[in-house]
């Protein structure tokens, strides 16, 4: 096995990207951490400080480094996971950068959610060390990640990359063969679109399917609060590249599901969704 995994680089340090920061310095990682927008890498370095003081880990902090560089952000990096926006070609012209830019034995993975990274590894030389790395925030209370492989991708990038979910103390969800959704966010397709099925078809409330879902998971939340707190209309849009991608009119989204959205009842951000929700003072 070549050189394992020592120094993780972060490239987009958002929502995602900073929490995996956060959850890779606490295991005892190097982490650079790199961002094209200033006030998001002042507010990942926030919120990487704020984990690590909580969890008395203000020993780990000498080792989480900010780039405005990405040439240094990459300097000596056995791994760089990408967290950019979901746009494939821009998910494509960063994983071309970090090609050029890494050593020749690091392993890029992507954060995305949707893109298997067999559509992104075109734009790389290193077919055999690409992966599909996708998290759920928030990362400490579900604390699992979707491994995937590209078309290329040799075993041992997928066992590095399986090591180091591990060594961040998460749990590797193997995505045997490539598929929209992955493991866990395909089940949760399955399971959202039958709610808004139900709710547009008339069959039960959805304070009935919330509480059914709620005693029997014994999860605090049902489905229709998850997608009230998630967005309409991210929900609908997530619904929508499952549909273009299948065909299958099973999975297209109600029309009243759009309908809330173009009234612009996006849920908990607007205050009303599922629900009507009040904001606190
Ligand atoms: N939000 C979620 O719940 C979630 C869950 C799992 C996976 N993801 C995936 O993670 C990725 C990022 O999502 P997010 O919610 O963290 O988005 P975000 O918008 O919060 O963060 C993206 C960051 O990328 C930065 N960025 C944009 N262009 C860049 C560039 N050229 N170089 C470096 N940084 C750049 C932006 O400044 C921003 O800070 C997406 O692919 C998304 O599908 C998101």
Known sequence: MGKEIKKVGIVGAGFTGKQIAAQTALHDFIVNVYDIDPRVMEDAKKY?????KRKNRMDAI???SYYSDLDKALEDVDLVIEAVPENLELKKKIFSLIDNIAPAHTIIGTNS??????KIESAVKRKDKVLNLHFYP???TRPMVD?????????E?????KQWIKDIQC???VVKKECIGFVFNRIW??????CLNMWNMGYADIETIDTAWKIFTGMKMGPFVLMDGIGLDVVYAVQMSYYEESGDPRDKPPDALKEMVENGNLGLKTGKGFYTWRRKK
């Open 138 to 140: 928030p990362i400490p």
């Open 62 to 64: 000498q080792d989480v």
């Open 189 to 194: 397709h399955t399971a959202r679109k039958e």
């Open 113 to 118: 959610s949707s893109y298997p990274v067999s």
């Open 157 to 161: 990038t997928f066992e590095k990359g």
């Open 48 to 52: 990487v400080t704020g984990v690590l």
């Open 147 to 155: 491994i995937m492989r590209g078309s290329e991708t040799s075993e």
């Open 171 to 173: 749990e590797p969800l």
